[in-house]
């Protein structure tokens, strides 16, 4: 699935990302810490602009969004 994701970038004239998906996994912990949520079974998903990050066996999962270019968090949700 890479592939596709290098094919949107390539056509969208997305620059490739600053931030590697272990930064972002590592972003995403300190973000979970910072709001005391439990952080275990992480399962990451690269978009073109962002990195999807689903945390905890729950349904459905706790959810952090990376930005890939400047590592900022742009949300995190608890399951409802």
Not at 8 to 25: D, G, H, S
Not at 46 to 70: A, F, H, N, S
């Amino acid at each position: 699935m890479k592939w596709f994701v290098w094919l949107q970038r390539r056509v969208m004239c997305i620059p490739p990302p600053r931030v590697t998906r272990n930064e972002a996994l590592e972003i995403a912990r300190q973000e979970c810490q910072r709001r005391g949520w439990s952080w275990d079974h992480p399962y990451v998903v690269e978009k073109p602009r962002t990195w999807l990050i689903w945390i905890g066996t729950m349904r459905p999962p706790l959810l952090v969004v990376v930005d890939q270019q400047t590592g900022k968090v742009e949300s995190g949700r608890l399951p409802r």
